[in-house]
């Protein structure tokens, strides 16, 4: 008992005549320690630590390679990411829900075929990425503020104005304005939000390429998706935008002026180790104007 008597007075508690044995054991009177099944010792708590420490976190440079179809053809991507993280990739040392890139791009090599219209370059840049990022503040939770999300980059997109139209490269500015909410259950005692999320963006976006009809196209929408933390290394997103795009009158008379184009998309990544991941890419254009309306991908993703 002289051993109980030291740890009781170390964390703070005085014999009295009121206060026993049985009464040091309650959580409501001991909220910092508890006591063993012997009832010798005075034990610390287990306490759970978020998983934001930064020195768990994937290191912030990408590189990635991947091997695709994007409708008759197969291509090789080779990309850099020079810094942050995507929603996808691992989340442990980030902020709950991080997902904010930086100054990315990415080369597709196509294997074609010259015997077959409609067919793309052999080397193409399908991407480049000044700064793109979405930040989920869910309703349902104690972190206030709105989610929104904006993008600055040039990529490539389906001309969907035309009969057979093709993917062009497109200066492109993005605004999302919206609601999250988090679902599931949180990790007790962290102060984590529940792991799993939900969105739904108001989207407007401006884009301008030479090679489009008009060279320029506005578009506003809606994307709505989903974001799942099916274990530790595996997470999957699901999400459909829907937007509606303005090319201005034509003369042509095979030429749309506006259109919907709605566009599926599904990803799914699993780390091997904090610096690689293997991830699959999949989407869809459901335009019935574009020459290739799927596009899926498999690609290493390693961390430097």
């Given at each position: 008992?002289?051993?109980?008597?030291?740890?009781?007075?170390?964390?703070?508690?005085?014999?009295?005549?009121?206060?026993?044995?049985?009464?040091?054991?309650?959580?409501?009177?001991?909220?910092?320690?508890?006591?063993?099944?012997?009832?010798?010792?005075?034990?610390?708590?287990?306490?759970?630590?978020?998983?934001?420490?930064?020195?768990?976190?994937?290191?912030?440079?990408?590189?990635?390679?991947?091997?695709?179809?994007?409708?008759?053809?197969?291509?090789?991507?080779?990309?850099?990411?020079?810094?942050?993280?995507?929603?996808?990739?691992?989340?442990?040392?980030?902020?709950?829900?991080?997902?904010?890139?930086?100054?990315?791009?990415?080369?597709?090599?196509?294997?074609?075929?010259?015997?077959?219209?409609?067919?793309?370059?052999?080397?193409?840049?399908?991407?480049?990425?000044?700064?793109?990022?979405?930040?989920?503040?869910?309703?349902?939770?104690?972190?206030?503020?709105?989610?929104?999300?904006?993008?600055?980059e040039a990529t490539r997109v389906n001309d969907g104005?035309?009969?057979?139209?093709?993917?062009?490269?497109?200066?492109?500015?993005?605004?999302?304005?919206?609601?999250?909410?988090?679902?599931?259950?949180?990790r007790t005692g962290t102060g984590e939000m529940p792991?799993?999320?939900?969105?739904?963006?108001?989207?407007?976006?401006?884009?301008?390429?030479?090679?489009?009809?008009?060279?320029?196209?506005?578009?506003?929408?809606?994307?709505?998706?989903?974001?799942?933390?099916?274990?530790?290394?595996?997470?999957?997103?699901?999400?459909?935008?829907?937007?509606?795009?303005?090319?201005?009158?034509?003369?042509?008379?095979?030429?749309?002026?506006?259109?919907?184009?709605?566009?599926?998309?599904?990803?799914?990544?699993?780390?091997?180790?904090?610096?690689?991941?293997?991830?699959?890419?999949?989407?869809?254009?459901?335009?019935?104007?574009?020459?290739?309306?799927?596009?899926?991908?498999?690609?290493?993703?390693?961390?430097?």
């Amino acid at each position: 008992m002289n051993k109980v008597k030291e740890q009781r007075e170390q964390f703070g508690y005085h014999n009295s005549a009121k206060q026993t044995i049985n009464e040091v054991k309650s959580a409501q009177l001991n909220t910092v320690s508890s006591m063993s099944a012997d009832g010798q010792t005075l034990l610390q708590p287990n306490i759970a630590v978020s998983d934001n420490n930064p020195i768990d976190r994937h290191p912030l440079q990408l590189a990635h390679m991947g091997l695709g179809q994007r409708g008759d053809n197969n291509y090789i991507d080779l990309g850099l990411r020079a810094g942050y993280h995507d929603i996808l990739d691992r989340p442990s040392g980030f902020p709950q829900f991080f997902d904010l890139e930086g100054a990315s791009a990415t080369l597709r090599l196509y294997d074609t075929d010259n015997d077959t219209a409609n067919q793309p370059n052999s080397v193409v840049l399908q991407n480049v990425t000044l700064i793109r990022g979405r930040s989920f503040n869910p309703v349902n939770s104690a972190k206030k503020g709105k989610t929104w999300g904006a993008s600055i980059e040039a990529t490539r997109v389906n001309d969907g104005s035309q009969q057979d139209g093709r993917d062009h490269l497109v200066g492109s500015l993005g605004y999302e304005s919206g609601w999250s909410w988090a679902f599931g259950t949180p990790r007790t005692g962290t102060g984590e939000m529940p792991p799993q999320l939900c969105y739904t963006f108001l989207s407007s976006t401006a884009q301008a390429g030479r090679s489009i009809n008009k060279g320029f196209r506005v578009g506003a929408g809606v994307n709505a998706g989903c974001r799942y933390q099916i274990n530790n290394q595996l997470r999957a997103q699901a999400e459909l935008q829907l937007p509606y795009w303005y090319h201005g009158s034509s003369d042509e008379s095979n030429a749309r002026g506006h259109y919907w184009q709605p566009i599926s998309t599904l990803g799914l990544q699993y780390d091997i180790d904090k610096k690689q991941a293997l991830r699959i890419n999949a989407n869809y254009d459901w335009q019935d104007r574009v020459d290739a309306n799927e596009d899926i991908q498999l690609s290493y993703r390693r961390y430097f």
